[in-house]
């Protein structure tokens, strides 16, 4: 069996890829370099003012909508101060309209109150008149009710019989009611 020897060995890569080229995967603004191995590269990446314009942009923007927001109430403002003013003269034109509405009504009741207060009093007088006429026609039946008595006290002197004694106070009874009608109207 042998003796022992050694043996060692030791290897080193070194591998360097050399590619003139960046990525030109994704988004690279449009630029491709090739060619720069081993060269030093200054690159300004540039926006061309589009964040600064952005900003602007959006400061006029928050502007405009600050002015809009201003003017809407300015405008709501008015529109309420119009439409109060327009609610009150409404409201006074109404209250006009009432006003003469009522006086006129008052008017018209006043006058028909003076035209049939005389024609109740004209209503007065004749309902009076036959009360009177009533009175007197109601004196003579009495008076031609106790005649017939008389008559019939004499045992058939009388040329009445039953059936006109009847009929004078079936007279009288409708008199009467005719009179108490008359004057309870």
Do not use: P
């Not at 923007?61 to 109060?84: K, P, R």
Request: overall charge negative; aromatic content about 6%; cysteine-free.
């Amino acid at each position: 069996m042998g003796g022992g020897g050694s043996s060692s060995s030791n290897t080193t890569t070194n591998t360097k890829n050399v590619s003139g080229q960046n990525a030109i995967d994704g988004d690279n603004l449009g630029v491709a370099v090739s060619g720069v191995s081993d060269s030093t590269l200054n690159i300004t990446a540039t926006d061309h003012g589009a964040v600064d314009k952005a900003f602007a942009f959006g400061e006029q923007t928050l502007d405009f909508a600050s002015d809009t927001v201003d003017e809407s109430f300015a405008f709501a403002g008015d529109a309420l101060d119009e439409s109060y003013e327009f609610a009150s003269g409404a409201m006074s034109e109404s209250l006009g309209l009432v006003e003469r509405n009522t006086d006129n009504s008052l008017k018209f009741a006043a006058g028909a109150l003076n035209e049939f207060s005389s024609t109740n009093s004209e209503n007065l007088q004749m309902m009076a008149g036959l009360a009177g006429n009533q009175a007197a026609q109601n004196t003579e039946n009495l008076a031609k009710l106790t005649e017939l008595a008389k008559f019939k006290q004499d045992n058939g002197q009388s040329a009445l019989n039953k059936q006109q004694l009847i009929l004078m106070a079936v007279i009288v009874l409708v008199l009467g009611f005719v009179l108490v009608k008359a004057v309870g109207k």
